[in-house]
């Protein structure tokens, strides 16, 4: 479907803020790139211009993406999400009088629990990849990483060998809003990681990258490629759940709780700006108290 190239060159322009300005991973700038051109999309349909939508044409919109596409309250909000900051940035660029979107509330989002790998799970996972080998050595890397530190993706696939520090175990990574802290890793990581850099790295490393984790070409490896490689090792392995980077952050988080770990702590190693953001995983806690409680306490259960 054609789509005004006028509106097509503010949403390049608006892809170039964010990847150079904003600092953001090409996943979610992909992302916002997806649900922003299927808005443009349908004003195309409508014979809509983007500059003059008013409130009820966005209810229109709404109506279009929960009853013709049959999207669920989640992807709706994320869509408005995208919609609200492609619309601040043409209010800011004076391209639209102001951001119409930020009148708007999107559905009530259902609660979903993060999902994440119990300890087991994650044992046969890190059992997969062939150490023997430069690309087995990386892919034990990613997931000891992205578990010892609960790093998002984005970040994982930015760190430079620079970043780290070997002798404190200590990695500065750049999270969102362009905001550094530092993340610490275990023997397990440290393991892999020296093996990797001393062995697999230097063999890949064809291009002379400063970037830690590398594709079979010696580049960069990025979001989706870290993705793929995942995808791969579930399947080699008997656990029948789908697998992402986030996934393992959230497994992270929940087995830290679990531990005994404080919300505080946890919160600052995930680099949630807000403890409402750590909470989440108290419900997983909670249910995993429950769990021991009915199998350990004398009096939880009747004998049969």
Do not use: W
Request: net charge positive.
């Amino acid at each position: 479907m054609d789509i005004n190239i006028k509106s097509i060159k503010e949403l390049n322009d608006y892809l170039e803020y964010l990847e150079y300005q904003k600092n953001y991973s090409e996943y979610t700038i992909n992302s916002y790139k997806n649900d922003i051109l299927e808005y443009l999309e349908y004003l195309n349909s409508e014979s809509l211009d983007f500059k003059k939508i008013e409130y009820s044409d966005i209810r229109f919109f709404l109506m279009y993406l929960k009853d013709k596409k049959n999207d669920d309250n989640t992807s709706i909000n994320r869509k408005l999400s995208s919609l609200r900051g492609f619309y601040k940035y043409l209010a800011n660029e004076n391209i639209v009088k102001s951001n119409v979107f930020s009148l708007v509330n999107g559905p009530k989002r259902s609660k979903k629990l993060p999902r994440y790998f119990e300890y087991n799970e994650l044992e046969e996972l890190f059992n997969v990849p062939d150490i023997r080998t430069p690309l087995g050595q990386r892919d034990s890397l990613i997931l000891e990483m992205l578990y010892a530190t609960g790093m998002r993706v984005g970040e994982l696939v930015n760190v430079k060998v620079s970043d780290i520090d070997l002798g404190r175990r200590n990695i500065i990574i750049l999270g969102k809003g362009n905001k550094e802290r530092f993340v610490t890793y275990g023997e397990y990581c440290e393991d892999i990681l020296k093996l990797y850099l001393k062995d697999g790295r230097l063999t890949l490393n064809v291009k002379n990258s400063d970037y830690l984790f590398l594709n079979n070409n010696g580049g960069r490896l990025t979001d989706r490629g870290v993705r793929f490689i995942l995808d791969k090792l579930i399947q080699k392995t008997s656990i029948n759940k789908s697998i992402s980077p986030h996934m393992i952050r959230h497994s992270f988080a929940t087995h830290l709780l679990n531990e005994g770990c404080d919300l505080l702590t946890v919160q600052k190693l995930l680099g949630h700006e807000s403890i409402k953001a750590t909470q989440i995983y108290t419900h997983v806690t909670t249910d995993r108290l429950k769990e021991v409680y009915y199998h350990s306490f004398p009096r939880a259960k009747k004998d049969d």
